[in-house]
């Protein structure tokens, strides 16, 4: 069955430094992948997009790649600051239903 | 624009109540998604829906729980006689339908659904 893997141990890092993040999956080709912000007690909030011919997308202070070889995406967050602190998602879809990861936390530490 | 507005952001029922959550998605989106999230756990799939139409329902249960989106007002999730394991956030996102599978999705704020 379809399988996506995210780090459940919070991530913590120090104000100013690169955050990564890892989506893995297993039995699945999507065509696309997307990154969520979800802070506690709201909605999840959409922030990139990437489809499975491209390699890398970034958006401001964010930066996606996706390795459809090694089946797993990294998310990165450079200059992090401690307003970045919430849980991030990944959503996998090939139709319109995207399937969701659990999702990591991180912390940005001033 | 307002964004997606759920109702009510918490709701308290009593085991064999019914729970009525309502959905209205953002302005110009025709096609709404409802989602579960339990602590600790992803979100979970339950309905897809078009105006006066269901397009998905696979990750709904078969008994208890059904949705509308009728051709005027909010979208209804409407679950029969909770049980204390429906206790759960439940999110609303929509979309406009236009770009079909990679459409975006944006989430309302949820309702936290706790059943005693």
């Known amino acids: 069955s379809q399988k996506i893997e995210q780090n459940s141990e919070a991530l913590n890092i120090q104000e100013g430094k690169t955050a990564t993040l890892t989506c893995n999956y297993t039995n699945y080709s999507p065509a696309y992948l997307q990154w969520y912000r979800q802070d506690p007690g709201r909605g999840p909030v959409f922030l990139l997009l990437?489809?499975?011919?491209?390699k890398e997308k970034r958006k401001e202070r964010l930066k996606v790649t996706f390795d459809t070889t090694l089946k797993q995406s990294l998310f990165h967050i450079t200059a992090s600051q401690p307003a970045d602190s919430a849980t991030y998602l990944c959503a996998l879809g090939g139709s319109y239903i995207p399937t969701f990861g659990r999702g990591t936390s991180l912390i940005v530490h001033p | 624009n307002a964004g997606v507005m759920q109702n009510p952001r918490h709701l308290v029922r009593r085991r064999g109540q019914e729970a009525r959550l309502r959905c209205s998605p953002m302005k110009g989106h025709s096609h709404v998604y409802w989602y579960r999230q339990l602590p600790e756990e992803g979100l979970k799939f339950m309905v897809y829906l078009q105006k006066e139409n269901i397009i998905d329902e696979s990750g709904m249960p078969k008994e208890r729980f059904s949705a509308e989106f009728p051709k005027e007002g909010p979208s209804i999730l409407r679950i029969q006689q909770v049980v204390r394991g429906d206790s759960a956030a439940y999110f609303c996102?929509?979309?406009?339908?236009?770009?079909?599978?990679?459409?975006?999705?944006?989430f309302g704020p949820g309702t936290r659904l706790t059943v005693l």
């Open positions: 996102a929509s979309s406009t339908g236009l770009e079909g599978a990679k459409d975006t999705q944006y």
């Open positions: 990437i489809r499975e011919n491209e």
